[in-house]
């Protein structure tokens, strides 16, 4: 019955399209009633078909589409997705995520899997999590190998080389079908969350890891599933003992934020590699993020032996320590109680505490007092046999062109050469459309000074839709940083920044 209506199917396509009996073979298909309603069945159908010129696959309801490849992707979402009915699920129940789906397999002799594998690379199942070769229930001596279920239909599926070598080894190209059951351990998080969470909800699978903790920043409507998403997040992720959302924007005086356990441990002290340092430190009550490794290696690289660091905003001292290990001067400040106890802590551990001196002061009180202190001795009259550079870093992007003022008039006497004056490294959030240009005017007018011409900016990252992080790059004129200086005045030029990237990169 079924064999007839394919048959007259084929001959209703092929009188007006002109295609011969040479390019469908009907017979060839074999399809039996008992299997007309097998995917396994269609899909070998499908296949025959999809090598006919001008024959394409409808719409899914009807078994054919005219995107071949979009069906595809489809139904191996479908396939190894968990079971619908999890659907809206917010406590997690791992014994719901079972489900059985049908593979094709090929029987071969256990003695000659390893060899025969690493022929079939194509054709064999790549899912992880999943064994490509099982035991065969019915035979112990020999193995099951799985195969790709939506490119292996039939023995026509193999390739001229992948049979060569079936035939060298004696093995029967036949494939059978297998029932694998698979388990909440086979997915996938972002396929747990996606099959969890309602449907065309953005799905939570990117977190910040700190040591043992991942830090996620949950959405409104990924609340009511929070808990189950953090469970998900330590089941997937071998070393994560703890999961916290952030529940408040970080605090401008501390830079820590209030969290929430979702899941696991209530332990936040922690450990972290960073550019081959280590780092300890309370992440409930210090600033840490891991998405700014690059940045403290690009600063680091900017410094050479023997040169001076004012770290404004420290923290617990991933700029400073990689700088002190350079064999540089480092003067390193945070207002944090707890960052400056772990700030002292780290420069132990690192064995860099002689060459860092640490402050718990207000950045302003730190850029007039003890900065002020070391540059008038760096910039006064001995200052022309210096040969060493002075940077500053202000990593403190809510607020840091704020303490830019502090510049203003903080050396006395006449200016040096102005190739010794300090370069500031100052971190800015923007949401302008052209955020370099924005960073440098609003620096530009707390100084009171243009600074387009001579300045640099670096994209750092982009924090949020529509928000960047930047750094703005500058040398300080003579001009701001002395008393009784005037813009217009016989001062010393000031040379260019080397150019990073401005905001005609953007």
């Known amino acids: 019955m079924v064999f007839l209506l394919i048959n007259s199917f084929f001959r209703i396509l092929w009188r007006p399209f002109g295609f011969s009996r040479r390019l469908l073979k009907v017979e060839s298909c074999r399809i039996t009633e008992a299997e007309s309603l097998s ?105 099951l190998i799985m195969l790709d279920p939506y490119k292996m239909f039939t023995d026509d599926s ?96 501390y830079r820590n934020f209030q969290m929430e356990v979702l899941s696991g441990e209530e332990n936040m002290m922690t450990k972290v590699r960073e550019n081959n340092y280590t780092y300890e430190f309370d992440f409930s009550k210090v600033y840490w993020n891991p998405r700014l490794s690059t940045e403290h290696s690009r600063i680091t690289e900017l410094l050479k032996p023997g040169d001076v660091l004012f770290d404004v905003f420290a923290g617990v001292g991933p700029f400073a320590i990689p700088v002190a290990k350079k064999n540089c001067t480092v003067f390193a400040n945070d207002l944090n109680p707890e960052s400056h106890k772990w700030l002292l802590h780290n420069c132990k551990l690192n064995k860099v505490d002689q060459k860092v001196k640490v402050f718990n002061l207000d950045g302003k009180d730190f850029l007039q007092g003890p900065v002020r202190e070391e540059l008038m001795q760096q910039l006064g009259p001995l200052s022309k046999e210096r040969k060493h550079a002075v940077h500053i870093v202000m ?14 008039s903080l050396l006395d006497g006449q200016p040096c050469g102005s190739e010794l004056f300090p370069i500031v ?82």
């Open 158 to 253: 193999f390739e001229k080389g992948e049979l060569s070598i079936l035939k060298q080894l004696n093995v029967n190209p036949q494939i059978s079908k297998y029932n694998l059951e698979l388990t909440y351990e086979n997915f996938k998080s972002e396929e747990i969350l996606k099959a969890v969470l309602p449907e065309g909800q953005d799905v939570t699978s990117g977190f910040s890891r700190v040591g043992h903790i991942a830090h996620l920043n949950l959405r409104d409507h990924q609340l009511p599933y929070k808990h189950l998403i953090g469970q998900v997040m330590i089941d997937k992720n071998p070393g994560i003992t703890s999961v916290v959302n952030k529940i408040n924007n970080i605090d401008n005086t």
């Open 395 to 408: 990593n403190l992007p809510a607020k840091a062109i704020e303490f830019l003022s502090a510049f203003k």
């Open 39 to 143: 995917p396994l069945a269609w899909a070998s159908l499908i296949q025959k078909l999809s090598r006919t010129p001008g024959i394409f696959l409808l719409d899914q309801r009807k078994r054919f589409s005219t995107m071949p490849e979009i069906e595809t992707n489809q139904r191996d979402s479908e396939l190894f997705s968990p079971p619908s009915d999890v659907r809206g699920m917010t406590e997690l129940d791992r014994t719901a995520f079972k489900k059985t789906v049908t593979i094709p397999v090929l029987k071969v002799r256990k003695e000659i899997v390893n060899k025969l594998m690493r022929s079939l690379k194509r054709a064999a199942l790549q899912r992880p999590g999943i064994k490509r070769v099982i035991e065969d229930p019915e035979d112990e001596e020999s193995r």
């Open 425 to 506: 490294h100052c971190y800015s959030f923007s949401k302008d459309a052209n955020p370099a240009k924005d960073v440098q005017q609003r620096a530009g007018t707390v100084l009171g000074i243009s600074l387009e011409a001579c300045s640099s900016v670096h994209l750092v990252r982009n924090v949020a839709p529509n928000k960047e992080m930047l750094c703005i790059t500058f040398r300080i004129p003579a001009a701001i940083l002395y008393k009784n200086q005037t813009l217009n005045g016989d001062n010393h030029e000031d040379p260019p920044i080397k150019r990073q990237r401005t905001d005609k990169d953007f």
